[in-house]
T-cell receptor, first 109, second 115 residues
Framework: RKEVEQDPGPFNVPEGATVAFNCTYS??????FFWYRQDCRKEPKLLMS???SGNEDGRFTAQLNRASQYISLLIRDSKLSDSATYLC??????????FGTGTRLKVLA | NAGVMQNPRHLVRRRGQEARLRCSPM?????VYWYRQLPEEGLKFMVY????????ESGMPKERFSAEFPKEGPSILRIQQVVRGDSAAYFC?????????????FGPGTRLTVT
């Protein structure tokens, strides 16, 4: 089993739609969690950290479920500019970050 | 505050040559990570360094690859005698010191092409 697993997609959604991605992780001792966004041939950019209580930033909401060992990202009112690959990142111990292979999102006009 | 800087952005080498990739972390960051990304694949951890110390190089091939982060100057990832399979995007990330886990901030990457 991979340490961090994501559905590769692609998720093709119309503008204005709500879309959600999940990411599962295998190490129950994982300490912290992040969502990054990566545009084609560019560097990953931090989208948000994921806290136990969940967190929201505008149209983006992240949740953590430690019991089931997954994190989720919800995007409301999708924009064309949200089209990208979304990377789930798990910090399994000090300085050790494991990246998922990403979920591709394409928002259609 | 300048972000993470990497150079060169694109590097073309013939098989057997050496490639040197440089990374300057964000100001105030003393932790540097190198990752490799093959086309259509995820980022793979290579090495983690602090100033003058290699902390974890478990993701780096044992031969031909080396990394350093000197007291002064950028971190260097060096690939000797490159082969076609080394063609990839190499990203450097930095994070602040003195905490167990921090967000990482990535540089723009170096795209290495081996011909």
């Amino acid at each position: 089993r991979k340490e961090v697993e994501q559905d590769p997609g692609p998720f093709n959604v119309p503008e204005g739609a709500t879309v959600a991605f999940n990411c599962t992780y295998s190490n129950s001792a994982s300490q912290s969690f992040f969502w990054y966004r990566q545009d084609c041939r560019k560097e990953p950019k931090l989208l948000m950290s994921v806290y136990s209580s969940g967190n929201e930033d505008g149209r983006f909401t992240a949740q953590l479920n430690r019991a089931s060992q997954y994190i989720s990202l919800l995007i409301r009112d999708s924009k064309l500019s949200d089209s990208a690959t979304y990377l789930c990142v798990v910090n399994v111990r000090t300085y050790k970050y494991i990246f998922g292979t990403g979920t591709r999102l394409k928002v259609l006009a | 505050n300048a972000g993470v800087m990497q150079n060169p952005r694109h590097l073309v080498r013939r098989r057997g040559q050496e490639a040197r990739l440089r990374c300057s972390p964000m100001k105030g960051h003393s932790h540097v990570y190198w990752y490799r990304q093959l086309p259509e694949e995820g980022l793979k951890f290579m090495v983690y360094l602090q100033k003058e110390n290699i902390i974890d190089e478990s993701g780096m091939p044992k031969e031909r690859f080396s990394a350093e982060f000197p007291k002064e100057g950028p971190s260097i990832l060096r690939i000797q005698q490159v082969v076609r399979g080394d063609s990839a995007a190499y990203f450097c990330a930095s994070s602040p010191r003195d905490r167990d886990s921090y967000e990482q901030y990535f540089g723009p990457g170096t795209r290495l092409t081996v011909t």
